[in-house]
């Protein structure tokens, strides 16, 4: 059985969530992002896959533009440096692929030297910047 799963549920997916966005920087709550709409927003337009109740990753598969951006990797600090966040990414990757989308984007804090360390382990490249976060991307090839 796979340790991947889709939440679909909105009162299981906004638990997800809230466990979770404890461990970004700056969290959800301190960008004053209503957990509530954001959790929904996910829902309506997006992906929200747990790895049990060891992390998640969220994404959007924008089709138009042929393109995954990554909204909300996280994994428990008890639980990093297993392949969890890894095993989440692959998961995202794979289903961008699968949509025959060219590449994942995400935006990292400019502090988060460990999240940008692992985007980089995982293909990623500096793209751009803002006065506070990296964008980072991954080009698929053959697509």
Known sequence: MSKLKKITDGERAKQYICQFEQYLTPTLTEKNIDLSKYTKKLLNYGKIIA?????????????KERKCFISILSVSPEH??????GSLMKQAESDAKNHQLTCI????????????????????????????QYLYKK????I
């Open 51 to 63: 790895y049990q109740e060891k992390g998640i990753i969220s994404y959007y598969l924008n089709e």
């Open 80 to 85: 990093q440096s297993q392949g969890i966040g």
């Open 105 to 132: 984007e995400l935006a990292v804090e400019k502090e988060n030297f460990g999240g940008i360390r692992f985007y980089k382990r995982h293909g990623f490249v500096y793209s751009s910047e803002t006065s506070s």
């Open 139 to 142: 080009i698929f090839d053959g």
